[in-house]
């Protein structure tokens, strides 16, 4: 079956620091890619996705290159700031499979701090 | 409407009683989810409708949990005789059929709390 594997949180970081947030996966076919994240008090919302093998997913800094090779989809930012503080998921979404439904990771709590 | 609708934001019920939460998805949308959020916890997956198949129910705690989905659009999920492990934040979600634009876009949620 499909599953999503996630890096362990918490993570914390200082402002400016450099994240990556790993993200590996395991489906049959070339599954869509996504990145939801969860802000303190509100709902999920997509952050980012990658449709296709190599794809770069791209959103408020952050990126995700869809690796087919490894299966993953990491995270990263370059620099980030107190006001992305959240929970973010990956997750995936089978391609042209009927019946078969999105798959999300653990979740990994990232706290930055000023 | 523009996005997914849940109702009631917020339950609080007596350990025992049934109730009933209901999400509205996006419109045209064929495929519609259930999560669980436990405080600090990840999505826990309950039921997944799509189209006119037979739903998903492999991820329902248990039977008195149950869920409908109605015309193939509105969807409640009903639990039965609550206890207070129930307590979470219920999560609706909605999306295209399966193959296409796959993005699911989640409602605000229903924040049970069993006393």
């Known amino acids: 079956g499909n599953s999503v594997t996630q890096m362990e949180g918490p993570v914390t970081l200082s402002e400016e620091a450099f994240l990556t947030i790993n993200c590996t996966y395991t489906?049959?076919?070339?599954?869509?890619l996504f990145w939801y994240v969860q802000y303190p008090g509100e709902g999920l919302q997509l952050l980012l996705k990658a449709t296709k093998a190599d794809d770069k997913g791209s959103n408020k800094g952050f990126e995700a290159t869809y690796r087919k090779e490894t299966t993953s989809f990491h995270l990263e930012k370059g620099s980030v700031q107190v006001s992305d503080s959240a929970v973010y998921f990956c997750?995936?979404?089978?391609?042209?499979?009927?019946?078969?439904?999105?798959?999300f990771g653990e979740g990994t709590q990232l706290t930055v701090n000023p | 409407g523009a996005g997914v609708s849940q109702s009631p934001s917020n339950k609080v019920t007596e350990k025992g009683k049934d109730v009933e939460l209901r999400c509205d998805p996006i419109s045209g949308h064929t495929a519609l989810y259930w999560y669980r959020q436990s405080l600090g916890q990840g999505l826990e997956f309950l039921i997944y409708?799509?189209?006119?198949?037979?739903?998903?129910k492999s991820g329902l705690p248990s039977d008195r949990f149950s869920a409908e989905r109605t015309g193939g659009s509105v969807s409640t999920l009903t639990i039965q005789r609550t206890q207070q492990e129930d307590s979470a934040v219920y999560l609706c979600?909605?999306?295209?059929?399966?193959?296409?634009?796959?993005?699911?876009?989640f409602g605000q949620g229903t924040r049970l709390t069993v006393v």
């Open positions: 997750a995936l979404s089978p391609r042209g499979t009927s019946g078969s439904r999105l798959t």
């Open positions: 489906a049959t076919g070339y599954p869509s």
């Open positions: 409708f799509q189209g006119n198949s037979a739903p998903d």
């Open positions: 979600a909605s999306s295209p059929r399966v193959g296409v634009n796959t993005e699911a876009f």
